[in-house]
């Protein structure tokens, strides 16, 4: 009898905080998966120096890490299925950061590559398992909020990275942009032990081998090809040959999944539209987003003569937008409706990516950062309806196989924005007959944005009805 009552005042207390604890236990790891994967952009040239290599060589460890996602990735439904969602999470969080650990301890190429590896598997559950987790323990109406939470590391991320990257290199060590993630994670698995429901395995099926390997072999081919292509650490012809490879697998996958009952990517999914309006058009509206963490500190340092440091300080301006939209996300979709909000934050976000091609020295750096402070706003709202719609109308035993075809596309359109990216700028400067400069990176976002404003296109053929029982919305008549 004396145990009744604080029983009841921990189910009190799981009852208002779990809501609002999961998705940021949840938010804190993808942040450090995510600021790592961009953080050693401004630390190479000092990393190189100690290991003994060149930076070129050493942008080996940006394909590498994400070559090891976009192998494990696929298989990342099947295995949160099969041994739940919670330990794998925690799993990939411990090998995420021992990947940490050993890129702190590499004294050479070879292990610095591999120690990346190592990261790349870990963050390869951590993304999508954490979604799934999100999606299975958090009510439908509470998904947008939850969402909103899980959407603003993603953002942050690439934004945050070059900053911490700079500032500890520059003042500290290189070592410790890496084992910043150590204190980080293990309490990322204290947490996850403590406050994240458990959620057990269910029975699955075999995994499907064949289908894992031709998955792995396409995204990994593509991702791998247009990295060497955008970012020639090896000579392009290979990129090229990884890149042909890739999309040759994704043509056996397609023909294998058809004739597969349980495929590891399940393509069946494309039959539910809000599922295929959200992956199709976040697909177009990544290869401008990813195009931007490669093209704005590059600008930034070869237009304006900015330090990597100070370059970096500017572009955080956008993950301040990025949270500050969390506070009124909810009620917008409420009010709204995802077709709605959707349609208006892929033209807003696709016009400030216009915008930044008509940046300067002459430009007041307070007119940038607005520019990129309401990007940081619009883009953060943007993705998370993209993240909630995405599972509005999928049913819960096909929770785990949304996750990985989500987590799938969105690593190859964020690859390709950055080849994007890069060839834009190459085709720009044999136009000019000269190096980079400014006017190169201006072309280049006038270039991607153009894909952006192709995103409206399968939000707009959506009902408005999309989604509602996700967001609340409730249409009005002659709403379409």
Known sequence: ????????????????ALPRIVPLIL???LFMEMMDSTVIATSLPAIAADIGTSPIALKLAFTTYLVALAIFIPASGWTADRFGARRVFMIAIAIFTVGSL????????????GARFIQGMGGSMMTPVARLVLVRATERRDLVSAMAWLSVPALMGPMVGPVVGGFLTTFVSWHWIFL??????????????????????????????TGLLLSGLAAAGIVFGLSV?????????????ATLT???????????????????????LFSVRSF????????????????????????LQIGFGLTAFHSGLVTFVGAVGAITAKFTTARTYERFGFKHVLVATIAISALFLTAMSAFSPAVPFSVIYAVLFMSGVVRSLMFTGFNALAFADVESEQAGAATALTAVFQQISLAMGVALAGMMVEA???????????????FAFLAVSAFSFAAIVPMIALDSKAGSAVSGHRTTAGET
């Not at 150590?182 to 057990?200: D, T, V, Y």
């Not at 970012?231 to 040959?241: F, N, S």
């Not at 720009?428 to 201006?442: K, N």
Request: net charge positive; aromatic share 6%.
């Open 229 to 241: 292509i955008s970012l020639p650490a090896l000579p392009k012809p290979v990129g090229v040959a």
């Open 428 to 442: 720009s400067m044999v136009f000019h007959a000269s190096g980079p400069g400014l006017v190169d990176f201006q």
């Open 276 to 299: 295929r309006a959200t992956i199709v058009s976040g697909f177009l509206v990544r290869l401008g987003i990813g195009a931007t963490p490669f093209l704005l500190p590059l600008m």
């Open 180 to 209: 910043v993630n150590l204190p980080i994670g293990l309490a990322g698995i204290a947490l996850s032990a403590r406050f994240l429901p458990e959620l057990p395995g269910r029975p699955n099926g075999k995994l499907d081998v």
């Open 246 to 268: 890739g999309l040759i697998s994704a043509l056996l996958y397609y023909r294998h999944a058809r004739r597969t009952e349980k495929p590891v990517l399940d393509l069946r």
């Open 27 to 29: 938010a804190v790891a």
């Open 102 to 113: 050993l890129c702190a301890a590499a004294d050479s190429l070879a292990a610095f590559v």
């Open 1 to 16: 009898m004396p145990d009744k009552p604080r029983h009841s005042g921990h189910q009190r207390f799981t009852e208002i």
